[in-house]
């Protein structure tokens, strides 16, 4: 049997809310989902979270061309050494200077010390929903749809 989560994250890779919101975005979560395992988990250092089997293709960010996972697995290696302090990256396509965490991930992937972890939701999260666990936590999220 697979499962399937949705990781929330902050587009900022070493925002961590304080204690008193993530309990108040749990709480919400729990409201829309109350039968299902919703865990808030705060990292020491920052992680790489991606979207399991979904995980297709890496994009650059500033002209859009499908990068090579070669050259993506050694930026990613490189970086991983050092615990992702440094999320830097050249795109080889153009030359842009950019990030690991903002380069298009298909399906969605970041970079975060903090995240909120559903298990097997039944449906995908409504924009209403991430915006108010959003606002909740002072921070924009992304969702990364897991798959294993």
């Given amino acids: 049997m697979s499962d399937n989560f949705i990781r929330l994250m902050p587009f900022i ?3 961590v809310p304080p204690a008193d919101k993530i309990t108040k975005a749990v709480g919400v979560l729990s409201s829309v989902f109350p039968d299902l395992t919703i865990e808030a988990t705060v990292y020491p ?3 790489f979270w991606d979207p399991g089997g979904n995980l297709e293709d890496v994009y650059c960010p500033c002209c859009g061309a499908q990068l090579d996972l070669a050259w993506w697995g050694k930026a990613m290696d490189q970086s991983a050494r050092d615990q992702f302090v440094d999320l830097s990256v050249v795109a080889p396509c153009c ?9 298009q991930y298909r399906w969605p992937a970041g970079f975060a010390r903090f995240c909120i972890t559903i ?4 449906f995908e999260l ?8 959003g606002h909740t936590l002072g921070t924009d999220l992304r969702g990364v749809w897991i798959h294993y």
Wanted: aromatic letters at 4%; one cysteine or more; charged letters at 25%.
């Fill in 95 to 103: 030359g842009c200077e950019t990030s690991l965490n903002d380069l």
């Fill in 13 to 15: 890779p070493n925002y």
């Fill in 126 to 133: 409504e924009k209403s929903v991430m915006e108010a666990v």
């Fill in 45 to 47: 250092e920052v992680r």
């Fill in 119 to 122: 298990s097997n939701p039944p």
